[in-house]
Antibody, heavy 120, light 107 residues
Framework: EVQLVESGGGLVQPGGSLRLSCAASGFTFSSYWMHWVRQAPGKGLVWLSRIHSDGSTIYADSVKGRFTISRDNAKNTLYLQMNSLRAEDTAVYHC??????????????WGQGTLVTVSS | DIQMTQSPSTVSASAGDRVTITCRASESTNSWLAWYQQKPGKAPKLLIYQASSLESGVPSRFSGSGSGTEFTLTISSLQPDDFATYYCQQYNSNPWTFGQGTKVEIK
């Protein structure tokens, strides 16, 4: 069974940093591209970042230069380092697996998410 | 970025009803369109990909159609477990973008 379990969320002051983790199991983690998607309270889904199985990355403009996605294939873990946090970064952060069949691929499994609250 | 717009924002329906949700894209996404179901406090669940392909394990009462800029999710006979929020998402180009969601609530 595919499982994605996020951790590391919490309350942080504006300008602070936080590192989220996502523990993956039930599949060959190193073979899949992975993403982070967030959801502000009561709002919709917003894509943030993607990392290929080879480590190459892309980011949404809203987090470029502040957030860094990374992975440790030996530990089956995805990370999101978040710096210079702002109130508008308050959201539930979901770890997402991209399907690995087909030329155009979307998300097939999501974690339940971890809540990040940025407030003084 | 491609903008995705869903309608309606809320649907009030009863068990057994047929429910249709529409998703429009600001430019063509070809058929690279997915639908997700999300319940409060839970992870989104993939229902439909490539506009009309049913994800494994998803009940056949869910169906998707459309191409280009206009897409539809239909629930043929609403079940109690289907009361949730539904999102469309395009993956034709980066970044992935989502509709604002359609809440299906009990009438």
């Amino acid at each position: 069974e595919v499982q994605l379990v996020e951790s590391g969320g919490g309350l942080v002051q504006p300008g602070g940093s936080l590192r989220l983790s996502c523990a993956a199991s039930g599949f060959t983690f190193s073979s899949y591209w992975m993403h982070w998607v967030r959801q502000a309270p009561g709002k919709g889904l917003v894509w943030l970042s993607r990392i290929h199985s080879d480590g190459s990355t892309i980011y949404a403009d809203s987090v470029k230069g502040r957030f860094t996605i990374s992975r440790d294939n030996a530990k089956n873990t995805l990370y999101l380092q978040m710096n210079s946090l702002r109130a508008e970064d308050t959201a539930v952060y979901h770890c997402v697996r991209e399907m690995n069949t087909g030329n155009y691929r979307t998300a097939d499994y999501w974690g339940q998410g971890t809540l990040v609250t940025v407030s003084s | 970025d491609i903008q995705m717009t869903q309608s309606p924002s809320t649907v009030s329906a009863s068990a057994g009803d047929r429910v249709t949700i529409t998703c429009r894209a600001s430019e063509s996404t070809n058929s690279w369109l997915a639908w997700y179901q999300q319940k409060p406090g839970k992870a989104p669940k993939l229902l439909i990909y490539q506009a009309s392909s049913l994800e494994s394990g998803v009940p056949s009462r869910f169906s998707g159609s459309g191409s280009g800029t206009e897409f539809t999710l239909t629930i043929s006979s609403l079940q109690p477990d289907d009361f949730a929020t539904y999102y469309c998402q395009q993956y034709n180009s980066n970044p992935w973008t989502f509709g604002q969601g359609t809440k299906v609530e009990i009438k």
